[in-house]
């Protein structure tokens, strides 16, 4: 499984980006892809996730801003971030979860660096 995520970038505070997610290789129809960020000097932590049914969660603090969402199809998964502030600076990374034969297997893409600042 290869995952290359794109459309990271420099926004204003209060700006808005939409990153982007293309999967490909063995993707089982079951799955979860999310979107995990890492800030410097800090640890990875969780932002979103979706479903193959579409079931989303958010961390809190994404909440309300940032909305995740897949084409399956394309084997895409979005991540639009509304109402960015300074401290969602961080590379962002995609991230893909599929059992096989009973294994929990977890996938991840290169990053992409988002940079919220004036």
């Known amino acids: 499984v290869q995952l290359q995520a794109s459309g990271g970038g420099l926004v204003q505070p209060g700006g808005s980006l939409r990153l982007s997610c293309a999967a490909s290789?063995?993707?089982?129809?079951?799955?979860?892809m999310g979107w995990y960020r890492q800030a410097p000097g800090k640890q990875r932590e969780f932002v979103a996730h979706?479903?193959?049914?579409?079931?989303?969660n958010y961390a809190d603090y994404v909440k309300g801003r940032f909305t995740i969402s897949r084409d399956n199809a394309k084997r895409l998964v979005h991540l639009q971030m509304n109402s960015l502030k300074p401290e969602d600076t961080a590379v962002y990374y995609c991230?893909?979860?599929?059992?096989?034969?009973?294994?929990?297997?977890?996938?991840w893409g290169q990053g992409t660096l988002v940079t919220v600042s004036s």
């Open positions: 991230n893909l979860r599929q059992n096989y034969r009973g294994t929990d297997m977890s996938y």
């Open positions: 290789g063995s993707i089982f129809s079951i799955n979860v």
């Open positions: 979706i479903t193959s049914g579409d079931l989303t």
